[in-house]
């Protein structure tokens, strides 16, 4: 069912180096709008199409109401667009589901998040918009496991067990493969409790 995305999403699929705490150049990852749904589509995941979102700036590119990605339910339906929303379904059957089967024993049920979408600058950099303002970065904080264990970036960065904290660190670094931006408790103040993904087009991968 995903091999569409293999083929057709090679634009989502670097961080320009990987390296940790590197950042790099600019590159173009938004799909057009009938393309970036066909792909959402493909892959499973369940979601609505949103005939508009945002205004000024703050506009989203093909914006979708993400409920559900291949395998794992958001927490709550989440606004987004589904250049991001594609990235995530790869994500999730790529690197979420086998890194919880293979540290936590279990899959992961559901995906708790503090959002997508949200008209506003960048945190520490008031000049430029966030990649929230246009609803193409995500900041997930949470996994709830099949066996109803909940995992919580905050609590397993560090101080979890030694599972949780490689299915964590794991996934974060992994999360570089996928996304341009990839933000953990160790890169800030602000990312204490969750890992911040966009799609932009700067790269950053900071573990």
Known sequence: ?????????????????????????????????????????????????????????????????????????????????????????????????????????????????????????MTGNGRRLSLHATGEAIDLASFTLTDGRVIRVKEAWEDGTRAERRFVQDLAAYACRYFSVVLTPHSDSDHLDHLHLDIGPWTLCSL
Not at 7 to 13: D, H, K, P, Q, S
Not at 14 to 36: S, Y
Not at 61 to 74: Q, W, Y
Not at 94 to 120: D, E, F, N
């Open 1 to 121: 069912m995903l091999s569409v995305l293999c083929g057709g999403m090679l634009a989502l699929a670097g961080c320009g180096g990987g390296g940790r705490g590197r950042g790099g150049g600019t590159r173009q990852v938004r799909l057009p709008a009938a393309e970036a749904y066909r792909l959402l589509a493909a892959t499973g995941a369940r979601f609505d199409r949103v005939s508009s979102a945002g205004r000024g700036s703050c506009v989203i590119p093909a914006p979708v109401r993400l409920r559900s990605l291949p395998i794992a339910t958001m927490s709550s339906p989440v606004l987004t667009s589904a250049n991001l929303a594609v990235a995530l379904a790869r994500f999730e059957v790529q690197a979420i589901q086998p890194l919880a089967v293979k540290w936590l024993g279990a899959q992961v049920r559901t995906i708790g998040h503090y959002g997508s979408y949200a008209c506003r600058s």
